[in-house]
């Protein structure tokens, strides 16, 4: 099993370009999440799905968009890229559980540099 | 509200030592959970542990202990006779029954281990 992939890994953009970073997970996983991690702040949550087709969202979700068409993919779109978005994205699935309980499975990142 | 404090920015230890990262939340809800998530230098985020809120039981694996303490809203982590590989940015994180598996993470807190 492959886990959570992302793709890419590293990505410079322009300041108002736009870009789709994906996460696919291979688990079954209901529940999947897009993070950023900037120094210092620890991980604060984008968008997060609790399935198929649903979308919510977190702490910052301001200048970010995102799609779950199909269960194992969960689209992180930037439409007019800002400096203010420079960060390292991690995307993360759960099984969910009964209380959403269960632990997080993490890919390995994309570092994203907007000039 | 829900929120997590790791007071400490970094720890520095010489090998052997024994090293205690503190967590701190707060959170009006009864029911909740808590995690720890390590990040080495390569960058993924690794699952360590996961703790409910009616289980105060510390636990031990390996060299790692937790001890969780409900009077006091702490979470800690040890690392006992720490090693270089122990290197790493370690992760506290929250989780309630009403927040559908959203995590609320401190800020990280960097241990650098020496020879």
């Known amino acids: 099993n492959a886990g959570v992939t992302q793709t890419p890994k590293f990505r410079v953009l322009k300041t108002g370009q736009s870009m789709t970073l994906l996460c696919a997970q291979d688990m079954n996983h209901e529940y999947m999440y897009w993070y950023r991690q900037d120094p210092g702040m620890g991980l604060r949550l984008i968008h997060y799905?609790?399935?198929?087709?649903?979308?919510a969202k977190g702490e910052v979700p301001d200048g970010y968009n995102v799609s779950r068409l199909k269960k194992q993919n969960f689209l992180l779109g930037l439409e007019s890229a800002a400096p203010s978005q420079t960060s390292v994205y991690f995307c993360?699935?759960?099984?969910?559980?009964?209380?959403?309980?269960?632990?997080?499975?993490f890919g390995p990142g994309t570092r994203l540099t907007v000039l | 509200a829900q929120k997590v404090t790791q007071a400490q920015t970094e720890i520095s230890v010489v090998e052997k030592e024994d090293v205690t990262l503190d967590c701190v939340y707060e959170?009006?809800?009864?029911?909740?959970?808590l995690f720890w998530y390590k990040q080495p230098p390569s960058g993924e985020l690794v699952f360590l542990i996961r703790?409910?809120?009616?289980?105060?039981q510390n636990e031990i694996s390996g060299r790692y202990s937790w001890n969780f303490q409900k009077s006091t809203s702490s979470f800690n982590f040890t690392i006992t006779a720490s090693q270089v590989v122990d290197s790493a940015v370690y992760f506290c994180a929250l989780m309630t029954t009403d927040s559908w598996g959203k995590f609320q993470f401190g800020a990280g807190t960097q241990v650098v281990v020496t020879p």
């Open positions: 993360a699935s759960s099984y969910g559980g009964r209380e959403g309980q269960s632990e997080q499975f």
């Open positions: 959170t009006r809800d009864t029911t909740y959970y």
């Open positions: 703790r409910n809120s009616f289980d105060e």
């Open positions: 799905s609790v399935g198929e087709g649903t979308t």
